[in-house]
C-alpha cells in the first residue's frame, strides 16, 4: 500500500508550520530560563539521611548568612537544591558549616552532593559559542546537502535540499525551545549547557533522518527519470518510511528509560532529546520532503 504524503503536502506545510509560529511566540513571549551556566551563579545540592528540616527554615538560614536572593527547592525525599550568586570557596565552607551547625544531630547528617559555580565571564562566553556552534553546523549541513545532491540539480536546485533541511531543522529545534519556554515559565525549568548538546544531538539526529529520506528520492531521482517529481517523492518516502519509524522507536526506547530511571541530573537533557528526536522524524516525512514538491510546483507555474 503506497501512503499519498504528497498529496497532502500543503496540509504538512501547515500544520507544521502552525507549530513553529506557536512555538515561536511562546519562546519570545516568555523566553527560556537560563541556568547558572549562562547566568553565573552557584548551584549546590545536598541532602540530609532522614528528615530533612521545612524548606522555608532552611530559606530562612540562607537569608540569615546574607544570601536572602537564593532560591530553594526539593529534591527527592532529602534533598535540597539552591541557586545563590556567586559563592567563593571560603564563602561556600562557611556556608555549609553554618547549615550543618543549625540543621545536623547525631542521627540526621547533612551530606554535600553538588557544588557548582560560574563566573559571569565564562556565563557569557558559554551562551556566545553555543550560538556559534549551532549556526556553524547549521551552515556546514546546506553545504553537505548541496556537494551530496549536485547530481539531482533538477528539476530541484541541489542547494534547495539543504535549504530546506534547515527548515525541518528549525522546526524541530523551535518545538524543543517552545516545551521548554513553557516548563520554565510555569514549573521553573532551566536550561544550561547540557540543553544547548541536546539542541546540537538533534540537529544530527533530524539531518541523518532527512538526508535518509532525500537519498533514496535522489536514487529514483536518477532512476525514475521523466516521471512526476511528487509521485517520485511519494515512493521515495514511502520505501523508506518503516526505515525511520523503526531507527525512532529503537532510539526513543533507552531515551525514556533514561528519562524515568536516569536521575535528575539528565532529566531536562533527556527530555529534550525525546522531543527533539521523535519532532526529528517527524519533520523528515512531513516537512522536508512535502516541501520539495511544494517548491519544484511553485517552480514549474
Same mark, same amino acid.
Request: aromatic share 12%; with cysteine; proline share 2%.
Given at each position: ?154 528539476? &530541484?536546485?541541489?542547494?534547495? $535540499? @539543504? =535549504?530546506?533541511?534547515?527548515? %525541518?531543522?528549525?522546526?524541530?529545534? #523551535?518545538? !524543543?525551545? /517552545?516545551?521548554?519556554? &513553557?516548563?520554565?515559565?510555569? $514549573? @521553573? =525549568?532551566?536550561?544550561?549547557? %547540557?540543553?544547548?548538546?541536546?539542541? #546540537?544531538? !538533534?540537529? /544530527? ?24 517529481? /511528487? ?71
Amino acid at each position: 500500500m503506497i501512503i499519498p504524503f504528497a498529496k497532502y503536502s500543503k496540509l504538512w506545510v501547515a500544520i507544521s508550520g502552525a507549530t513553529v509560529v506557536v512555538c515561536s511566540v511562546l519562546t519570545l513571549m516568555w523566553g527560556l530560563k537560563p541556568g547558572i551556566d549562562f547566568t553565573g551563579g552557584t548551584l549546590w545540592e545536598f541532602s540530609f539521611s532522614q528528615n530533612r528540616p521545612a524548606i522555608e527554615d532552611v530559606q530562612k538560614a540562607f537569608t540569615d548568612l546574607n544570601l536572602s536572593n537564593s532560591t530553594l527547592q526539593k529534591t527527592g525525599d532529602f534533598g535540597v537544591m539552591a541557586r545563590t550568586s556567586f559563592l567563593t570557596e571560603d564563602q561556600h565552607q562557611l556556608v555549609l558549616r553554618e547549615l550543618r551547625v543549625k540543621f545536623q544531630t547525631d542521627s540526621n547528617n547533612l551530606r554535600e552532593d553538588r557544588f557548582e559555580t560560574i563566573g559571569a565571564a565564562v556565563s557569557k562566553q558559554l551562551r556566545t559559542r553555543a550560538l556559534w556552534a549551532i549556526i556553524l553546523v547549521s551552515f556546514c549541513i546546506v553545504l553537505y546537502v548541496t556537494y551530496a545532491f549536485r547530481k539531482v540539480s533538477a528539476p &530541484v536546485a541541489s542547494w534547495k $535540499y @539543504g =535549504v530546506l533541511a534547515i527548515v %525541518a531543522l528549525i522546526h524541530d529545534i #523551535l518545538l !524543543v525551545m /517552545g516545551v521548554f519556554a &513553557v516548563l520554565g515559565h510555569f $514549573y @521553573g =525549568v532551566e536550561v544550561d549547557i %547540557a540543553f544547548v548538546v541536546a539542541l #546540537l544531538t !538533534v540537529l /544530527g539526529y533530524s539531518i541523518n533522518d532527512t538526508i535518509i529520506v532525500y537519498d533514496r528520492i535522489r536514487e529514483n531521482l536518477l532512476r525514475r527519470r521523466g516521471e512526476d517529481f /511528487g509521485e517520485t517523492v511519494n515512493v521515495g518516502l514511502n520505501q523508506t518510511l518503516m526505515r525511520s519509524i523503526n531507527t525512532t522507536l529503537t532510539t526513543l526506547l533507552p531515551l525514556f528509560i533514561l528519562y524515568f530511571f536516569g536521575g535528575a541530573s539528565i532529566h531536562n537533557f533527556t527530555l529534550a532529546l525525546l522531543i527533539g528526536i521523535a519532532s526529528g522524524a517527524y519533520s523528515s516525512v512531513f516537512i522536508a520532503s512535502p516541501l520539495l514538491v511544494l517548491v519544484e510546483k511553485w517552480k514549474r507555474n
